[in-house]
């Protein structure tokens, strides 16, 4: 394991890295929001699915901020978690924050599958 800058780094990874905090951040908020909400929301397998997608991206950035040669692997399971997320947000209806939340984990599995595949 080698310890690499933002610099050393693909670009595309960069922004995956950042792809992938920024979809943990938003999940995390949007179970708050969820449970506040009630209802549909508050679903334990949306809120199960949120926490999951959470969890893999900060996995997932971690990886490759550590520069561990099974990143790709982990961010292919990233990719699959996160598109999986968005659906069941999307499934929320016409929702501000489930939009919201839907369009970053998507955004996020685009890179993630991207870095998979060049792993």
């Known amino acids: ?18 792809n992938c905090t920024q979809c943990h951040a938003i999940c995390l908020e949007t ?6 909400k009630g ?8 809120i199960s699915l949120l926490a999951a ?8 950035a971690d990886a490759m901020l550590r520069g561990t040669s099974v ?3 982990i961010c292919g399971a990233c990719a699959e978690i996160c598109r999986r997320c968005a659906d069941s947000c999307e499934s929320m209806g016409e929702d501000e924050q489930m939009k919201r939340c839907a369009e970053i ?8 599958e991207a870095m998979a595949s060049a792993a």
Do not use: F
Not at 31 to 36: A, G, M
Not at 40 to 46: N, R
Not at 105 to 112: E, F, K, L, T, Y
């Open 31 to 36: 179970i708050n929001y969820c449970l506040t």
């Open 105 to 112: 984990c998507r955004r996020c599995a685009d890179s993630c």
């Open 39 to 46: 209802g549909d929301h508050a679903a334990p397998e949306h």
């Open 1 to 18: 394991m080698t310890h690499h800058s933002s610099a050393d780094r693909p670009q595309a990874m960069n922004e995956c890295i950042d």
């Open 53 to 60: 997608c959470a969890d893999i991206c900060a996995t997932s």
């Open 71 to 73: 990143h790709g692997v």
